[in-house]
């Protein structure tokens, strides 16, 4: 049976050349000031914004509209402690054991190492899961589209909403991440691609000195 489309009206809204200019421009400086943090207060995050800036991560174009994404939010002590536990594991051999040299020293200037107490300090914990396939009821299984790339532009909108929100974010990445699954008992068609660290920085919280690449270096004009 072929399928119609339903199209409407798109309700694209339209700003003048320097509105256009002023609001590209003030996007920059307000993304531009976006740091990643790792010292943690443990301030509560005001309600409902966590909620927006998954809902407006769930507005994300993805391959073929079929939205391969789960947010899991932690709150719960316990359950962060536990996350806790199992990513310090992971990291311990990550860098006493598993990791190359040359990784040990691309990360040295950033001063991380196998100690997480954000897990634990932050309020709230958003584990993004990427599904590369949707189970249905039946059991039958249905293929994602381009499914890292769409939880990757999702990831993208709910860091930048919650930066404009006014909270700080760390995009925290244990490795394996399997133990996330256990934990919060999701699916195995969901791969752990991200832990969000989300909260306020701490009072004392300072960040490695680190410049972004300039225009001309990332960008080719054709
Ligand atoms: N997952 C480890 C190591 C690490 C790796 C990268 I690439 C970073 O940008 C930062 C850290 C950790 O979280 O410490």
């Known amino acids: 049976m072929k399928v119609i489309p339903d199209l409407r009206p798109l309700n694209f809204v339209q700003f003048n050349s320097p509105e256009t200019q002023a609001r590209g421009s003030a996007f920059f400086d307000e993304m531009r000031r976006r740091r990643t943090v790792r010292d943690f207060s443990d301030r509560a995050i005001p309600s409902g914004v966590l909620e927006n800036a998954i809902k407006a991560a769930g507005t994300a174009p993805s391959g073929a509209n079929l939205q391969p994404w789960h947010f899991a939010v932690v709150q719960d002590p316990a359950i962060k402690t536990r996350i806790r536990m199992a990513a310090e594991a992971e990291e311990r051999e ?46 039958r299984t249905v293929k994602n589209y381009y499914a890292n790339e769409s939880v990757g532009i999702a990831t993208g909108f709910l860091i ?8 700080a ?43 972004k690449k300039p225009l001309e270096e990332i960008c080719s004009f054709h």
């Open 94 to 139: 990550f860098y006493h054991s598993r990791a190359p040299q040359e990784w040990l020293d691309a990360l040295a200037r950033l001063g991380t190492d196998d100690q997480k107490p954000f897990l634990e300090i932050a309020p709230a914990l958003v584990v993004i899961f990427a599904k590369a396939y949707d189970m249905l009821a039946d059991g």
């Open 160 to 167: 930048s909403g919650l930066h404009l929100a006014g909270l």
């Open 169 to 211: 974010t760390l995009t925290h990445t244990p490795s394996p991440m399997s133990f996330l699954n256990d934990i919060l008992e999701r699916p195995k068609n969901e791969r752990p691609f991200l832990l969000l660290v989300v909260g306020y920085p701490a009072n004392h919280a300072r960040v490695p000195h680190i410049t």
